[in-house]
Structures are given as structure tokens and as C-alpha cells.
């Protein structure tokens, strides 16, 4: 039987066992989440024990309200504390963090808070306005309050990745940044909390998100504008509602217009299935021989 992991609820219990485990010499990996764990988040954990041994793994268990806008699903956010610590506990986790919003912003929402630039503004940006300085501003919160050795995050969540490494790199927050890979299903939908929203024919219809990203880095080896045709067809095929699909350099910058044989880059998706909104990604490499892909942790 897994051994359940201890939690602390506030700043000061949290540093306590952090202080215990600097005073023993451990290093430390830090996994934010917010709650809702799956086989996905279960291997950004296994990632996490693989780069600290048997240092200490802390997962924070938090909805940020900050990266939520008007009309979003905070409130039906999925809360499942529980089943979650059942997950810490089968994977090892060491301590894991569940503060209330009065913890984390005890004095309301923060006067001072962290800008993403104008990444920040594109992509998932562009159509959530605000989003990734909540998301941001959270981070640099959890990096000051664990001072982790390693953070582990998901490149399924490939633009936040991005900007959180831009802003450790700019801020010199001194922590390794990990992007693991996507686990998916056996279909290919990327795993997400929010998969639990969809109906079995929505459920059908996401899939064809990965679908026309497999589609887009079969086709790479033919020139960007194949890529984006067949990924496209995909996703005309199934009930979706696309918001964008766009393919970058791995910095999520522009690509060179006439983007020369075997340039990486990075093809991203996003669309609504009923209410629900999925985002997903995959490397490619543009001009590659046939018979050869960009594996997903690729970038």
C-alpha cells in the first residue's frame, strides 16, 4: 500500500520540512499542478524522483484564480485533493503543498506581479488575456517559496514552458527548468484535467487534435505548407472549433520565410470540442527524409 505523503497547508509548515531536508543535504524537485492528477501529471512526478534521487519531491496542489479570466472554469475547475494525495503517495512524492488562495495571496491580489512580454500576448495569449501573468506570477510564488533545485512542468503546455523558462533565465531564479514529455492516450489525445468534461462524441471529435498534428509532422518532410494542409484536413473532418494552428520556430518565434531542409520547429493547436477547450503540440522538423519524425521531446 502506498504511503500517503505529508502536506502542508501553510508557508510555515511548508519550510519546516524544507528546512529539514537542506539541513540533511537533499536536493529538491518541485512539481506545480493544479490538483485533478493523471497519468500525466503521475509522469512529471516519476521525471521529478528520477532528477533529485532520493532527494525531496514537492507538489503543489493549487487552482490559481490569477489565470483565470471572465467566463473560464474556475469555479468548475475540478477539486479532487483526495485522489490526488493517492497519487503523490503511488508515485513517492515526499511533501505536497495545498494552501488556500488567502495563503498564497494573503493580502488579496498582488500588487506586483510578473509579465510575460510579448509572448504573452500570442497563442493561448491572445485569447486568454491575463492568463500567463497569473500563471507566471504563481510560479515565481512556488520557485520562492520551495527554492527547488529542479521544477518539472509538461510541454503539453508548450508556450508556458516557454515563458516560464524565459522568465527564470531573465529573473535569474537559479532552477532547473524540465519539460517532459506528453503522455497521451492509446488513440493520441493528450491527456488533460480537463478531458473530463467531454461527452463520448466530444471525446471521438478531440482526437482530432493529435491527429492533425501527427498529420502535420508526417507531411514536414514536404515543406511547411503540406504540413499545415494535411493537419488542416484533419481537423475539418471531425466537429471542432478551431482557434489557431500555427507552426513556429521552438522558441515560439517566427520561422525564416523559405525555411531551409531539417529547420526544427513546433506546430501548435488549439479548439474548443462542445464547451470544452484542448490545446496540444508536437515538434517537427521541416524537410527531414522521409521515413524519419521528431521524437515529442524534440524542441
Keep these: 500500500m502506498s504511503a500517503v505523503p505529508d502536506v502542508a497547508g501553510t508557508r510555515s509548515e511548508l519550510a ?9 543535504g537533499r536536493r529538491i524537485a518541485l512539481v506545480p499542478t493544479m490538483g485533478a492528477l493523471h497519468e500525466g501529471h503521475a509522469s512529471l512526478l516519476r521525471t521529478a524522483r528520477e532528477r533529485v534521487g ?12 490569477l489565470q483565470f479570466g471572465a467566463g473560464e472554469d474556475l469555479d468548475r475547475y475540478p477539486r479532487t485533493l483526495a485522489e490526488d494525495l493517492e497519487v503523490c503517495g503511488r508515485e513517492g512524492v515526499d511533501l505536497v503543498f495545498a494552501p488556500t488562495v488567502e495563503e498564497m495571496y494573503p493580502d488579496g491580489e498582488p500588487q506586483v506581479s510578473v509579465k510575460p512580454g510579448p509572448l504573452g500576448k500570442v497563442l493561448e495569449g491572445k485569447t486568454r488575456p491575463g492568463h500567463f501573468r497569473g500563471v507566471l506570477t504563481v510560479v515565481a510564488k512556488l520557485l520562492g517559496l520551495v527554492r527547488p533545485d529542479v521544477a518539472v512542468f509538461g510541454q503539453k503546455d508548450y508556450q508556458q514552458l516557454t515563458l516560464i523558462r524565459r522568465m527564470v533565465a531573465d529573473l535569474d531564479l537559479g532552477v532547473e527548468i524540465v519539460g517532459a514529455e506528453t503522455v497521451r492516450e492509446p488513440d493520441g489525445l493528450a491527456l488533460s484535467s480537463r478531458n473530463r468534461y467531454l461527452d463520448p462524441d466530444e471525446r471521438n471529435a478531440a482526437v482530432a487534435l493529435s491527429r492533425a498534428l501527427r498529420a502535420a509532422q508526417d507531411n514536414a ?24 494552428l500555427v ?40 524537410g527531414r527524409p522521409t521515413g524519419t519524425h521528431a521524437t515529442e521531446g524534440e524542441s
Design 16 to 24: 519546516t520540512r524544507l528546512d529539514d531536508a537542506r539541513a540533511a
Design 54 to 65: 532520493d532527494g525531496l519531491v514537492v507538489v503543489s496542489v493549487f487552482v490559481n484564480p
Design 221 to 244: 518532410a514536404y515543406g511547411l505548407d503540406v504540413a499545415l494542409r494535411e493537419a488542416r484536413t484533419e481537423l475539418r473532418e471531425h466537429l471542432v472549433d478551431l482557434d489557431y
Design 247 to 286: 507552426v513556429t520556430d521552438p522558441g515560439l518565434g517566427e520561422l525564416p520565410a523559405c525555411p531551409p531542409p531539417g529547420t526544427p520547429a513546433r506546430i501548435l493547436v488549439a479548439a474548443r470540442v462542445g464547451t470544452t477547450r484542448l490545446i496540444d503540440n508536437l515538434p517537427l522538423v521541416l
